[in-house]
């Protein structure tokens, strides 16, 4: 499998052996910026987070180049590291980048799975569906981004999957500010949306089971389309009415949810 990107955590990781500094200082900083603990475009303040974090500049560094290279950090000449933003054009551009790999990744995986990768593929799909009973909003993102990144890795193309775990990585981000409970108007609407989720996660593993690339390329694009209209829904209620991501009519024409 591709190098896999730890997915965001609940716990911090334990403090580094030694040789370890560069290895912790990324997986921390990296659980802080897809949890949204450090803000988007927010400056990356060097020295205040070696004396938090109890280790050199030097592994730091390292790590932050390493952030950069996933596109979670943006390194500035002589003005030190920013945290990627999430502003309308950066997620308007991974929203339909994510929609056509999404496509391409399920399409592969139904034409080139085998029997073990459905086996891993239906368990990570429990998995996630445990935590969305449970009401665990970071688990379910984790578990997510763990159940697509099976199915990525039965494609048998290790560019494709990198390229693809990158934006999965990035979608993480974004997800934990879409699935905010606030931002739903009540707890019927929320449980609403994820039975959306869960059902289109099942109809995508049955396609996949079933070998069938078109019908799972489309459920791909209803998955996508899914999660387009609730970061629409979201940021609308954040900011301003007049700021729209503008979603062309044949980008969503056809998308039924499962």
């Given at each position: 499998m591709a190098d896999k990107p730890r997915p965001a955590g609940t716990v911090r990781p334990e403090r580094p052996g030694k040789g370890e500094s560069a290895e912790y200082a990324y997986r921390v900083l990296r659980d802080e910026i897809m949890s949204l603990h450090f803000a988007p475009g927010s400056s990356l303040d060097e020295a205040k987070v070696v004396r938090e974090l109890g280790i050199s500049r030097t592994p730091l560094r390292e790590a932050v180049v390493r952030l950069a290279g996933e596109g979670l950090i943006?390194?500035?000449?002589?003005?030190?590291?920013?945290?990627?933003?999430?502003?309308?054009?950066?997620?308007?551009?991974?929203?339909?980048?994510?929609?056509?790999?999404?496509?391409?990744?399920?399409?592969w995986a139904a034409a080139r799975r085998t029997e073990a990768d459905l086996k891993e593929i239906r368990e990570h799909c429990q998995s996630f569906r445990?935590?969305?009973?449970?009401?665990?909003?970071?688990?379910?993102?984790?578990?997510?981004?763990?159940?697509?990144?099976?199915?990525?890795h039965s494609i048998r193309n290790r560019s494709l999957e990198r390229f693809y775990l990158q934006q999965l990585t990035e979608n993480l981000r974004i997800s934990h500010l879409a699935m905010a409970t606030r931002f739903y108007g009540s707890g019927d609407e929320y449980q609403a949306h994820v039975k959306l989720i869960l059902d289109e996660h099942d109809a995508i593993v049955e396609a996949i089971a079933a070998q069938d690339g078109d019908l799972a390329e489309r459920l791909a694009r209803s998955h996508t389309g899914l999660a387009k209209k609730r970061v629409v829904e979201v940021l609308t209620q954040s900011v301003s009415d007049s700021m729209q991501i503008s979603l062309a009519d044949d980008e969503l024409k056809g998308v039924s949810h499962v």
């Amino acid at each position: 499998m591709a190098d896999k990107p730890r997915p965001a955590g609940t716990v911090r990781p334990e403090r580094p052996g030694k040789g370890e500094s560069a290895e912790y200082a990324y997986r921390v900083l990296r659980d802080e910026i897809m949890s949204l603990h450090f803000a988007p475009g927010s400056s990356l303040d060097e020295a205040k987070v070696v004396r938090e974090l109890g280790i050199s500049r030097t592994p730091l560094r390292e790590a932050v180049v390493r952030l950069a290279g996933e596109g979670l950090i943006r390194l500035l000449p002589n003005r030190g590291a920013r945290v990627a933003p999430m502003e309308w054009e950066d997620i308007r551009e991974h929203l339909e980048a994510f929609d056509i790999t999404q496509r391409l990744v399920c399409r592969w995986a139904a034409a080139r799975r085998t029997e073990a990768d459905l086996k891993e593929i239906r368990e990570h799909c429990q998995s996630f569906r445990t935590a969305a009973e449970k009401q665990d909003d970071r688990a379910m993102a984790n578990l997510n981004w763990d159940f697509h990144a099976r199915i990525a890795h039965s494609i048998r193309n290790r560019s494709l999957e990198r390229f693809y775990l990158q934006q999965l990585t990035e979608n993480l981000r974004i997800s934990h500010l879409a699935m905010a409970t606030r931002f739903y108007g009540s707890g019927d609407e929320y449980q609403a949306h994820v039975k959306l989720i869960l059902d289109e996660h099942d109809a995508i593993v049955e396609a996949i089971a079933a070998q069938d690339g078109d019908l799972a390329e489309r459920l791909a694009r209803s998955h996508t389309g899914l999660a387009k209209k609730r970061v629409v829904e979201v940021l609308t209620q954040s900011v301003s009415d007049s700021m729209q991501i503008s979603l062309a009519d044949d980008e969503l024409k056809g998308v039924s949810h499962v």
